[in-house]
Each structure stands twice: as C-alpha cells, then as structure tokens.
C-alpha cells in the first residue's frame, strides 16, 4: 500500500529562493529512487511543501536514509526558519474518486 507524506518546509524569508533551488535539483534524482511514485513541489510565498506518494514505508524509510534526503537536509538547515515538518498521511476520500483523493 502506498505511503503519503506532505512535507512542509519554511525558509528563513531571505533564503527562499537557495532553498527552493536545491530542493529542484533534488527532485529528478528522488525521481529515480526505487519506490518513489510522486515526489511534487509546491510553494507559497513563504513555505514549499512536497507532497510525496512511496510505494511502501520501505521506500519512504530508504529515502529518509539515502543520500539525495540527507544531503539536501544538511544543505538546507541553516537556511531554514522552522525544522521541516513531516507529516504521513492517509487519505478520506469523499464525493468523485477521480477527485476526492491523490490518483
């Protein structure tokens, strides 16, 4: 059964763009880990969030272990107002399947 996270992460507001950036030059190579299915960034003006979908909690764990993760957290820290929040999810669906829930 898949695993979803939504992650949010806040930028120091000065840094927003440093952090935006490495987090993109992340995003293809977390493309490639075995298991991801999705791996999105999103943004506000003041926090990115990554919605992310793992074929299983395997995957999501070797992620958190691997390289790309641990390298981009240790790049990122001191440009950050706020530790990232993590959060695993599942999901309600209501009304339309095709629209009450990530496909």
Known sequence: MSVT???TITPRPER???VREAFEQ???LVHEEPGCELYALYASRTVLVMVERWAD???L????AGAN???LAARV???LAAPFD???????PAGDPAKGQLA
């Open 5 to 7: 996270v939504i992650a």
């Open 16 to 18: 927003f763009d440093a």
């Open 26 to 28: 992340v995003v293809p």
């Open 57 to 59: 909690a395997a995957a």
């Open 61 to 64: 764990n070797a992620h958190g």
């Open 69 to 71: 993760f641990t390298g």
């Open 77 to 79: 820290q001191d440009d």
């Open 86 to 92: 993590v959060q695993v999810v599942r999901p309600f």
